[in-house]
C-alpha cells in the first residue's frame, strides 16, 4: 500500500500523510510548498534551515521529509537525528534529499 492510498483530499479529519521541507533556497521552498499544497495530497510544514525547524522537529512527528543536504552537511546531520529517533518523527520516516552536487564520502554517508 502507498501512501496517498491512506490520504482523503476532502476530509480533513482523515490522517493525512505530513511532510517537512526544509530549503534554504525561499523560490524553491515556496515552489515545492504551493505545489503539495496546490495537489491537496499532504499537510506540508517548510522551513528554510535546520535550526528554523528545531520547534518542529521536537513537537511534531513526520511522515516524511525533504531535506536539501547542503554544503555544510547539516541535513546530514539531521538524516540521522531522524534514524536515531532524536526527533519526534518515527525513525522509519521517508526521507528524500535535494542537492546541488554529490562526492563519494556524502554517498558513503547516506549509505550508513
Not at 520547534?55 to 540521522?80: K, Q, T, W
Amino acid at each position: 500500500m502507498n501512501w496517498w492510498e491512506n490520504t482523503v483530499a476532502p476530509d480533513r479529519n482523515t490522517k493525512r500523510f505530513s511532510l517537512l521541507l526544509v530549503e534554504p533556497y525561499s523560490v524553491v521552498r515556496s515552489t515545492v510548498t504551493s505545489v503539495a499544497r496546490s495537489l491537496d495530497m499532504v499537510d506540508i510544514q517548510d522551513a528554510p534551515s535546520i535550526e528554523a525547524a528545531a520547534p518542529l522537529l521536537s513537537s511534531r512527528a513526520f511522515d516524511g521529509f525533504v531535506i536539501a543536504l547542503g554544503d555544510d552537511r547539516a541535513g546530514l546531520e539531521l538524516i540521522n537525528r531522524i534514524r536515531n529517533g532524536s526527533t519526534a518523527s518515527p525513525t522509519t520516516a521517508v526521507v528524500a534529499i535535494t542537492t546541488e552536487r554529490m562526492d563519494p564520502d556524502s554517498i558513503a554517508a547516506l549509505k550508513k
